[in-house]
């Protein structure tokens, strides 16, 4: 049962960092209004014991609306320490990262775009910049991915990285330019949270005309969302909304061309297209290696991005070939 309930926010327990300790009460819901306390603030968070507990099929535990900042907070400072760690694998750093995201897409869901989310989110982006420049192992970075249920999280994740990789190999040295390039990318299909699910679980091929013009208002409504906010830089609310057009003013929904692009949208536009090909999802239930990515991006699509960040990519994507050849 993961429905909305006023006052609690679910966690999925796969989610829950195990063997740290909850800040926060944890709950398991038994019925539409009722909750039973299992887990007290300051206990450790034992993940098997908690599975086990009444009902092997407890997937969510419940925390209280306004406790929840206190569990993301902690989460990621976690997740930041972790991240650092010497002795875990990328795949293990990735996994952390990606549980402390879905708290920022849980927080998103179910208390809205807010400064504290955006905090939050922010936060998340210094950590992934740092794993992937510290590891950029573009296969073992995506396969980690896989492991990440939510599917919009994944996409945004795998987007971040491929984004800040390109940057890496584009030589951009200025970690703000590239803290705000993966902070856009993270971000950048927040306006499918304003659409309704059935539209955006369903596969592209299978949308109506009408239905495939509400889904291309996404990078508007992202863009709205953001500025509500007030305090997001301009670069990122760029991306959001430019993150649909290429380079050869074939894209959604302005059809810009690459002179009138933002430069950090061009390089998130085409981590988007590459990261919907090599990462599966509900428009790609096969995901294709990335060699056969660029080449259908290249091939298929007649490359439509930005040729530098075309190469970049190429790059990063044969080092990758060129390391375990
Ligand atoms: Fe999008
Ligand atoms: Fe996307």
Redo the contacts with the bound molecule.
């Keep these: 049962m993961e429905d909305k309930h006023p006052n609690m926010i679910p966690i999925p327990v796969r989610d829950l960092i195990g063997g740290s300790t909850s800040p926060v009460n944890l709950y398991v819901r038994i019925g539409a209004d009722k909750f039973v306390l299992i887990s007290k603030a300051g206990t450790k968070t034992d993940k098997e014991r908690l599975q086990s507990y009444e009902n092997k099929t407890v997937e969510y535990l419940w925390v209280k609306r306004e406790e929840y900042g206190f569990l993301m907070d902690s989460n990621i400072t976690i997740a930041g320490v972790l991240v650092n760690q010497k002795s875990l694998t990328t795949a293990q750093k990735t996994l952390i990262l990606s549980q402390a995201a879905a708290g920022v897409f849980t927080e998103l869901e179910h208390i809205g775009l807010g400064f504290e989310t955006y905090s939050h989110a922010r936060q998340i982006v210094e950590a992934t910049v740092a794993l992937a420049e510290s590891n950029n192992n573009l296969n073992s970075l995506l396969s980690s991915l896989n492991d990440c249920s939510d599917e919009l999280l994944r996409h945004s994740m795998a987007v971040t990285s491929i984004s800040v990789l390109i940057a890496n190999a584009l030589n951009w040295e200025n970690k703000q330019t590239v803290e705000k390039l993966a902070l856009g990318a993270l971000l950048?299909?927040i306006g499918l949270k304003a659409l309704p699910p059935e539209l955006v679980n369903k596969p592209r091929a299978l949308m109506s005309f009408e239905e495939n013009q509400q889904y291309e208002t996404?990078?508007y409504k992202g863009m709205q969302m953001l500025l509500n906010l007030g305090v997001v830089p301009d670069d990122v609310v760029a991306i959001v909304y430019e993150?649909?057009e290429n380079a050869i003013g074939q894209g959604y929904p302005r059809k810009l061309r690459n002179i009138k692009m933002h430069p950090l949208a061009k390089v998130v536009a085409l981590a988007?297209d590459f990261c919907e090909l090599t990462v599966p999802g509900i428009n790609n239930p096969t995901a294709r290696s990335p060699r056969e990515a660029l080449v259908t991006i290249e091939m298929t699509m007649g490359q439509p991005h930005n040729k530098e960040a075309f190469r970049a990519l190429q790059q990063v994507v044969n080092r990758e070939y060129a390391k375990s050849a």
């Design positions: 950048h299909d996404h990078p993150h649909h988007n």
